[in-house]
């Protein structure tokens, strides 16, 4: 199951002089993987990737008890990853930030 990013600072990062108030703003990390994808001959060029083969670019998001609250596959393995992202955000269905959040700041300026 997948359960959508609180407003909440986790635990872990309220108790520690090391981590807050650096990361009191975070909700999880995000990043991109590829995986192993077939697909027909005609488009595979678009899904070789910086591996041999054909692949997807994967993008989850986790929060910090590692749990994922999104993910967005099917990329083309060329795509970038700031390229994926920029979707995740843009979809009705995709990628939330929680308002008040420093990266909703940025991608409003």
Same mark, same amino acid.
């Given at each position: 199951?997948?359960?959508?990013?609180?407003?909440?600072?986790?635990?872990?990062?309220?108790?520690?002089?090391?981590?807050?108030?650096?990361?009191?703003?975070?909700?999880?990390?995000?990043?991109?993987?590829?995986?192993?994808?077939?697909?027909?001959?005609?488009?595979? &060029? &678009?899904?070789?990737?910086?591996?041999?083969?054909?692949?997807?670019?994967?993008?989850?998001?986790?929060?910090?008890?590692?749990?994922?609250?999104?993910?967005?596959?099917?990329?083309?393995?060329? &795509?970038?990853?700031?390229?994926?992202?920029?979707?995740?955000?843009?979809?009705?269905?995709?990628?939330?930030?929680?308002?008040?959040?420093?990266?909703?700041?940025?991608?409003?300026?």
């Amino acid at each position: 199951m997948i359960r959508p990013p609180s407003n909440h600072c986790h635990r872990k990062i309220q108790e520690s002089t090391r981590f807050n108030p650096y990361f009191r703003d975070c909700v999880g990390a995000i990043d991109g993987t590829h995986a192993l994808a077939r697909v027909p001959k005609s488009i595979a &060029a &678009a899904f070789r990737g910086r591996k041999e083969g054909t692949t997807q670019n994967v993008m989850p998001a986790v929060d910090f008890d590692l749990k994922f609250t999104y993910v967005l596959a099917g990329w083309e393995g060329s &795509a970038h990853d700031a390229l994926i992202l920029a979707n995740a955000l843009e979809r009705e269905d995709g990628l939330k930030v929680p308002a008040g959040n420093k990266l909703e700041k940025i991608l409003l300026c």
